[in-house]
């Protein structure tokens, strides 16, 4: 760029005589000359600064014109944010309570400090920390490394605060923001230790579910239902939350407050469950267990008149209250060990066989099918063999005692093994010439066959979940020939054999179910048809003292003839009243009762039993279907049966003594001793495959095969 000195006089500005004045003086001074020299500015750039400047302001302008005009409500909304803070009020959980009204559960409060790490102040943080410290009487260094090491922007660091501390950090919550006092609901269970698993326990809010749960106002200190009515119902149960808006500085000193919502306690619910006949049965089988050296078995109770659940023991059980406040690591692992697994619900998950107990489910599919009549007499052999389907040889299935000419009422009755053979798998009696053939065989007797036996397994129930408002409830078994071939990996293994059909007929084999299931079975039986869906909650406690009834639901009904259910239930009256009945012993009961009997083999070639009864009484018009089941009983007892009779000697004779009065009692038929004593030997049949099931009156033992 080229260099201009000033020489011309009409270039001389004002400035001028003054600079060239010292520089005049410089050059005397120092003997050199000064020249001024000036660099006149490049005109595109002078336009790019301009147009620079320009932007520059009015980007601004408009930022300016934004905040003022278009920002207005988003910046208030972010300043009021930072003034003002919601924070959530507890109320107490719904109650639960017996059909009586007796309370179940209550709600026990205490309070908790926790952490909000986003609102921790920034000043005054050491200090803060000291102060709490000496309150919680927690080290200092460990609530530093505790908020330092938080994932969560809440979390506890102290909890069950005493009345000293809670005034304490109450005066000084409004100096350090912060840290917050939250109240919490502790729920202490007070029915029986069998409850457990009906009322289920509170859990604090796990990962997982954080972000399900605080789009329905939840917050990571919460407790909600982890497990039984308290899930199930989690959403009548849980509480309103209130809501206070708190004012702050910029400081974050609290300095005003508002309710914004107040908050209101859950709805709470009243239960079909009978309290006092729960203790008692718990109380029943609990001394048969331990009288007999055993630890798991199940009573459940179902109104056939409702669907309603009146008693659920599932044993062994827990102690819900271990839960209440945060199970301890040793408490957790013992019950996760625990070989008995009392965690788990039996009567809605536990899966078994369900032996002789299933017959009168057979009964009505053959009477319905026309397979066999009210007078219908079949010849019942000790033991009844078969062609075999794919070779000159026979399968032939032992009965625990000879009953010889039987019809479908003494076959229920007395547990007539061979009747039920036939008519679930049919028979085709061997040629003459054949070892093994009989003449009071029938020729050819056509069974149901093993689609028909799943068809009404199926309308009964079976195979299926019962729907009971419970989480976790089990969908048991119904095996049919497409379930083994899917099951099953091997050709031999996938076929369906007569023996397959011929145990299911007896509730043997593949077949499973849950107590549950089998009471809603005989229920459908003893009410003439009406399948209710079992419930636990009857009624919804409103906030306004009013009742809301949670109505039956009747799955279907009619579906089975009056005069077949008729047949059936004479059957299971004489299962009770016949000498020869396989639950004879509950003829001394002080009011006529029905019932069916079973014991099914759990281990192969081990005389270790599942020792079943299903009873409902009284028998003219029923009040209670029971189901009692005894595991792993050693030989052939009566187990199931004494707890049957002392419950319902209980709850029809003694409670009626002690809280109303007495009802006309029906004279029980005389007990013959013998009938509960003799027993026959059944002839020994060597076979491949076996499977057992026993009735307990006569004792004797029962081998199936195939």
């Known amino acids: 760029m080229p260099l201009y000195i000033k020489r011309k006089v009409k270039e001389v500005g004002i400035e001028d005589i003054f600079l060239d004045k010292l520089a005049q003086k410089r050059e005397q001074e120092h003997f050199v000359s000064s020249k001024k020299l000036e660099v006149p500015l490049d005109k595109n750039g002078f336009f790019s600064l301009l147009v620079f400047g320009f932007l520059i302001f009015g980007f601004l302008a408009g930022f300016t014109f934004y905040l003022q005009a278009q920002g207005k409500e988003k910046y208030n909304s972010l300043s009021q944010q930072n003034k003002f803070t919601n924070f959530n009020l507890s109320a107490e959980r719904g109650i639960i309570y017996d059909r009586n009204l007796l309370p179940l559960v209550k709600n026990e409060s205490t309070f908790e400090l926790w952490v909000k790490k986003s609102e921790l102040p920034k000043e005054n943080y050491n200090q803060a920390i000291i102060a709490i410290s000496s309150i919680i009487q927690k080290p200092a260094e460990f609530i530093r490394n505790l908020i330092d090491s938080a994932i969560q922007d809440d979390f506890l660091i102290a909890g069950d605060l005493n009345h000293e501390q809670l005034v304490l950090l109450t005066a000084e919550q409004a100096e350090f923001p912060g840290f917050i006092i939250k109240k919490n609901i502790l729920r202490q269970y007070q029915g029986p230790l069998s409850m457990g698993h009906i009322l289920g326990y509170l859990g604090k809010i796990s990962q997982g579910e954080v972000a399900v749960l605080q789009s329905n106002n939840y917050e990571f200190a919460d407790y909600i239902g982890k497990e039984g009515l308290e899930k199930y119902y989690e959403n009548i149960l849980k509480e309103k939350k209130g809501i206070v808006k708190f004012a702050r500085t910029a400081q974050g000193k609290i300095i005003s407050q508002e309710v914004v919502q107040y908050p209101a306690s859950g709805q709470s619910l009243v239960l079909s469950i009978d309290a006092k006949l729960q203790k008692k049965s718990e109380q029943a089988l609990t001394l048969a267990l331990a009288e007999n050296g055993l630890k798991k078995g199940v009573v459940v109770i179902l109104d056939p008149r409702n669907g309603e659940m009146l008693t659920s023991v599932s044993w062994p059980s827990f102690d819900n209250n271990l839960f209440a406040n945060g199970i301890s690591i040793e408490d957790f692992q013992r019950l996760n060990d625990d070989k008995n697994n009392p965690q788990l619900n039996r009567v809605i998950a536990g899966l078994y066989p369900s032996g002789s107990a299933i017959k009168p489910v057979m009964a009505t599919a053959a009477l319905e099918e026309g397979i066999v009549n009210e007078k219908t007499i079949l010849y019942c052999p000790p033991k ?239 009040e209670m279907v029971m189901v009692v089941l005894i595991e792993e009983v050693v030989g052939l007892k009566s187990t199931a049966q004494r707890v049957a009779r002392e419950i319902l000697d209980w709850q029809f004779y003694t409670r009626n003594l002690k809280e109303k009065t007495p009802p006309v009692l029906e004279a029980p038929a005389p007990l013959e001793v013998s009938s509960l004593t003799g027993s026959t030997t059944p002839e020994t049949i060597s076979t491949t495959t076996t499977a057992t099931t026993t009735e307990s009156a006569p004792f004797s033992t029962t081998t199936i095969s195939h």
């Not at 010439?433 to 050819?444: H, M, Q, R």
């Not at 056509?446 to 195979?463: D, P, S, V």
């Not at 369906?496 to 089998?518: A, H, K, V």
Request: aromatic share 12%; net charge positive.
């Open 384 to 622: 009844l063999c078969a062609p075999h389907q794919y070779d000159q040889g026979a399968d032939c299935y032992p009965d625990n005692a000879y009953h010889g000419y039987t019809d479908v009422k003494r076959a229920i009755a007395e547990s007539v093994n061979p009747f039920f053979y036939m008519i679930g798998g049919g028979y085709t009696a061997p040629k003459p010439s054949n070892e093994y053939y009989d003449p009071k065989l029938p020729k050819k007797f056509e069974g149901l066959g093993i689609m028909k036996i799943a068809q009404y397994l199926n309308l009964f129930g079976f195979g299926q979940t019962a729907n009971i408002d419970l989480p976790g409830e089990a969908s048991g078994r119904v095996p049919a020939p497409e379930w083994k071939e899917a099951y099953f990996k091997t050709p031999a293994t996938q076929k369906w054999y007569l023996g397959d059909t011929y145990n299911l007929s007896i509730g043997q084999g593949y077949f499973l179910t849950t107590p549950l299931q089998l009471a809603q079975a005989i229920m459908a039986i003893a009410n003439n048809g009406q399948l209710y869906q079992p419930k636990i909650a009857k009624e919804i406690l409103l906030s306004n003292n009013q009742k809301q009834a949670i109505p039956p639901i009747l799955i279907r009904e009619n579906f089975v003839a009056s005069s077949t259910l008729k047949i059936v239930r004479t059957g299971m009256r004489q299962t009770v009243t016949s000498p020869a009945g396989s639950a004879h012993s509950l003829n001394v009961l002080p009011i006529a009762v029905s019932a069916k009997t079973g014991t099914a083999q759990i281990y192969p070639n081990k005389k270790i039993y599942l020792n079943w009864i299903a009873v409902y009484a009284p028998s003219d018009n029923p």
